[in-house]
């Protein structure tokens, strides 16, 4: 089955690719309260679509290549 991937579902696959990654400090770096991105992680809630700009940029900040361009802003 080949699934479409939401953005969301990138992300978290993002996190899961880089441990070091520190949700807390993302949320700072995201500008969002990290209450609100432990619910996006943890399945409870999709990203905001005012966000996605936001989450797939700071994606493409820590190398993530997996955005398809079709959908989301990508990395410059």
């Given at each position: 089955?080949?699934?479409?991937?939401?953005?969301?579902d990138?992300?978290?696959?993002?996190l899961a690719?880089?441990?070091?990654?520190?949700?807390?400090?993302?949320?700072?770096?995201?500008?969002?309260?990290?209450?609100?991105?432990?619910k996006?992680?943890?399945?409870r809630?999709?990203?905001?679509?005012?966000?996605?700009?936001?989450?797939?940029?700071?994606?493409?900040?820590y190398?993530?290549?997996?955005?398809?361009s079709?959908?989301?802003?990508?990395?410059?």
């Amino acid at each position: 089955m080949n699934a479409t991937l939401t953005l969301t579902d990138h992300f978290r696959q993002f996190l899961a690719e880089r441990p070091a990654i520190s949700p807390e400090r993302l949320a700072v770096e995201l500008g969002m309260d990290p209450a609100n991105l432990h619910k996006i992680i943890h399945h409870r809630r999709d990203i905001p679509r005012h966000r996605r700009g936001d989450f797939s940029r700071a994606m493409c900040k820590y190398g993530y290549t997996g955005l398809p361009s079709q959908n989301w802003p990508t990395c410059p």
